[in-house]
């Protein structure tokens, strides 16, 4: 067993639960949504995309890919949340919360993308 590997793959999988975790629930009630948990989704994001980059194959490039769409999406819609609660004088507003939560949409798309091709390579490799 490949340690690199292993932790290669707990970060991309850690990735896409936490997306997973912040994503689930009304799109517009702020309840469902933590800011801490778009926090940590973001952290895992940015660390499975630091991992990412020692592989040179083409696998690895695509998956670097998609963790660099996770990322910036991520990354806006923690942006979006902290301007809607520190710049406006509104707050968090049902229609900036749905933004925020449409970028984590995507964000796990592209992490979704990112596990499925690492179990395919992981089943080829096998065979």
């Known amino acids: 067993m490949n340690l690199e590997k292993v932790i290669f793959a707990f970060f991309i999988v850690l990735?896409?639960?936490?997306n997973?975790?912040?994503?689930?629930?009304?799109?517009d009630n702020t309840d469902h949504h933590h800011p801490?948990?778009?926090a940590a989704a973001l952290?895992?994001?940015?660390i499975a995309?630091?991992?990412k980059f020692g592989d040179r194959s083409q696998m690895g490039?695509?998956?670097l890919a998609t963790s660099l769409v996770a990322d910036l999406q991520l990354l806006i819609a923690?942006?979006?949340?902290?301007?809607?609660?520190?710049?406006t004088k509104t707050g968090m507003t049902a229609e900036v919360?749905?933004?925020v939560i449409s970028m984590s949409g995507g964000a796990l798309l592209a992490n979704l993308v990112s596990v499925t091709l690492l179990v395919s390579e992981t089943v080829i490799v096998r065979r």
């Open 36 to 38: 801490i948990e778009l």
């Open 97 to 99: 919360l749905s933004s």
């Open 49 to 51: 995309t630091v991992v």
């Open 20 to 27: 997973f975790g912040f994503f689930l629930g009304e799109i």
């Open 15 to 18: 990735a896409l639960t936490l």
């Open 43 to 46: 952290a895992a994001s940015l």
């Open 78 to 87: 923690a942006l979006l949340w902290a301007w809607a609660v520190y710049v």
């Open 61 to 63: 490039a695509v998956l």
